[in-house]
């Protein structure tokens, strides 16, 4: 059988992007979590981790991580029962879901009190990366495709509509002259960020030529409400600017949806269960339905 | 005299995190940026990157990275008059600035219009790091010292209050009890972030037991609002819901202050300084003012 010991000093290096930071999550020396992943190595013949700044683990110890996440939430099972100490719920979120739906969601849980929420934001990628390396216990994010050991629910869409202030939108005349938006400053969240183009795309648009790049969900709705530029904003962050009219679409009426998939782990527990469908009977009242065709996954983060 | 194109091969691999996002960048083959950095270093007689996943810029490469954006700011004065493309500013800012009052800042100056603007939003020991390192033109953060080659502009100060929802108040009894608050969960935005502990430490309490970790500015309103949580939260971004009651002191009222600072670079160009000009009136308007006595800087992010 595997020695626990030697993965959890791997799992703690992974997670922390450092030996250092590794030892004082384990309260161990920082020689003592260097010496457990050599023991691992030998014995596994092969390395777990790149010694990089961070650093990164191979395949073989990212299969390592993910196969302890699993037994972890097995454990889990069995403790949820023995104990009454606070769960630790560990899950990647993409940014817009954390700032718009997803606290009501963990708060709709009956056994949200008993647990410690973790909540890591990413971008879609690198939150389903997490996933599979098993570091998270949950991911939620726009791909339907099931990791090794994991499966998929659906949550529902979120619709992004290309808005701006009105004054933005007189002074670039966007309706009158859509190829305007070309020229115009368009916000993009990061450079993964692919919805403005995606909406550009549909208007038979090339790629905007002034960008803000603005990696803050609010931040986002800010830098639209003062007129800095145009985006791709989810409906349900901006309702009361949307009835107020200080946020009106940039061109015809145009949306995009985005499907969001809770990923969880076959070996789940019956408390992470519970959670789950909380936050899935949530999302089907705030997010609107999957469509009957499905939607191609796409980045915002 | 140095050779900028082999200096700007060196900035894009420190600012892409890797060779091949650099050669995209400049549109060069990975391997040209490759020749270029080993030119460099030939020249040098040393190591300007190590080469580990991501690449990290060793002493002398930030030194030579710094210098460059020094130099690039004093082009921009130039280019400036001679040019009427947008001006690229890119500047890291702490995650509830972003959320707040920034955007509004930007959208104050003449010449924002003009500006495309690269809004990185990172811890504030990172952001100064990046400023260090002469990734960023200018930083918004906590810290009054100025980097080499730096100045420093105060803005104001962000003042946060320990509040949650009333029921959660009510559940955990914490103003009658103000102890409880150590046993009832936590918000914290991420590891670096003491404010909490500063709170309970002026109560004469201890370390909170249990936490929830969420890095979204927005999703940190969220979490309190649900009732998930208590946390200190900046009062411009909880105005209303302060008003409507939906968030309260959870103990007695208590304030903490924390500084911001715009850091830029001497050789600023005039557009930047009037950029720098039109934040400081905002944040002079919507930030609290600085205190006669100054407070430690203290990290949220």
């Known amino acids: ?21 590794a030892a004082q999550k384990l309260h161990l020396t920082q020689s003592a979590v260097s010496q457990r992943l050599q023991q691992l190595e030998r014995r596994l013949g092969q390395p777990v981790v790149l010694r990089s700044s961070p650093p990164v683990a191979t395949p073989l110890g990212r299969r390592l991580n993910n196969h302890l996440q699993q037994v972890k939430q097995l454990e889990l099972g069995l403790i949820e029962e023995a104990q009454d100490e606070p769960l630790k719920v560990r899950l990647t979120v993409n940014a817009d879901s954390m700032a718009t739906w997803l606290a009501e969601g963990l708060a709709a849980s009956s056994l949200s009190s008993q647990m410690d929420f973790d909540l890591v934001v990413e971008d879609q990628e690198v939150g389903l990366n997490r996933m599979r390396n098993g570091e998270v216990m949950a991911c939620i994010c726009a791909d339907s495709q099931a990791v090794n050991g994991g499966a998929v629910s659906p949550l529902g869409v979120l619709r992004y509509r290309a808005l701006a202030s009105p004054d933005f939108v007189e002074r670039h005349q966007t309706r009158q002259y859509p190829h305007q938006l070309v020229e115009a400053p368009c916000l993009i969240f990061n450079q993964d960020d ?4 995606r909406f550009l795309e549909k208007l038979k648009l090339p790629a905007p030529k002034r960008q803000h ?8 709705v800010q830098m639209a409400l003062m007129g800095l530029g145009y985006g791709m904003l989810p409906e349900i962050q901006v309702q009361d600017a949307l009835k107020e009219g200080k946020l009106i679409d940039v061109a015809e009426t145009f949306h995009l949806d985005i499907p969001l998939y809770w990923h969880y782990w076959q070996t789940e527990s019956a408390a992470l269960a519970e959670l789950r469908r909380a936050v899935i009977e949530h999302a089907s009242k705030v997010l609107n339905p999957v469509h009957p065709y499905s939607n191609k996954p796409d980045a915002r983060s």
């Open 1 to 21: 059988m595997l020695d626990y010991r030697l993965l959890e000093a791997l799992a703690a290096v992974i997670e922390t992007g450092g030996f250092e930071k």
């Open 194 to 197: 692919r919805l403005q183009h």
């Open 213 to 220: 790049r603005c990696p803050s969900s609010e931040g986002f």
